[in-house]
């Protein structure tokens, strides 16, 4: 079982189920070929792929090509099921910066194929997150910075108004899909500025002020 760390906090919660986005900045889907569609795009990623602040990315021995990918994470504080976008948000819990880290030869083989390509999202440490910011500390979480940088180099930088979706549209659509519960966690997608990561590299994610993730890259020790 791993729970959720908390910033300022003692609360201990579970890591529900991982809900993924895709294309939900105009920009990335551009950059990666694709277009953006009208209703959001799902995938699931394990909680097994979870690490948290001062951890270790691993690249997997079956993939030569890991992307980065910064993410708002939005946690669900109790059940939701069929939820309308104007009481969306009184489901949430907090909040967390998040990378959605894929391996990204193995992703687009697959999309080449016609094949699901969930082993591309789902290998172990590929879901790093934050310290969770409760959600009254955010005023607004669809006026949010997102920042990476990969070895003090700035290599996304966008802003969650940018999203095609707001975060209680997303919310809204995913509760009409699949029951959603406490500790779910809700990947909202990347902008733009996505790209490779390599052995040694060390990447810092921030969410405005109030999320810093850091975590190192390393080969498998498989």
């Not at 997997?60 to 946690?75: D, F, I, K, W």
């Not at 993730?213 to 390393?218: A, E, G, H, P, T």
Request: overall charge negative.
């Amino acid at each position: 079982m791993t729970n959720y760390r908390f910033k300022n906090s003692e609360k201990k919660i579970r890591i529900g189920k991982i809900i993924g986005l895709a294309r939900t900045y105009r920009e990335h889907a551009a950059e990666m070929q694709t277009k953006i569609t009208e209703e959001p795009l799902l995938f699931l990623k394990p909680e097994s792929a979870v690490i948290f602040n001062n951890e270790t990315i691993r690249i997997p021995t079956m993939s030569s090509s890991l992307h980065h990918e910064v993410e708002l994470g939005v946690v669900m504080g109790k059940t939701a099921r069929h939820i309308s976008q104007t009481h969306a948000l009184d489901y949430v819990l907090g909040y967390v910066v998040v990378l959605d880290i894929t391996a990204r030869d193995i992703q687009s083989d697959a999309k080449k194929k016609g094949w699901p390509w969930t082993i591309a999202k789902g290998f172990d440490t590929f879901a790093p997150i934050s310290d969770m910011v409760l959600k009254d500390e955010i005023l607004d979480p669809n006026d949010l910075d997102l920042v990476l940088t990969v070895n003090n180099q700035v290599k996304q930088q966008s802003n969650t108004k940018y999203m095609v979706y707001s975060v209680e549209r997303i919310i809204e659509f995913v509760s009409c899909v699949m029951t959603l519960k406490r500790g779910d966690l809700i990947m909202t997608g990347t902008p733009s500025g996505v790209g490779e990561i390599v052995d040694g590299d060390v990447l810092e994610a921030r969410l405005g002020d109030y999320c810093v993730l850091s975590v190192d890259v390393r080969k498998s020790m498989e």
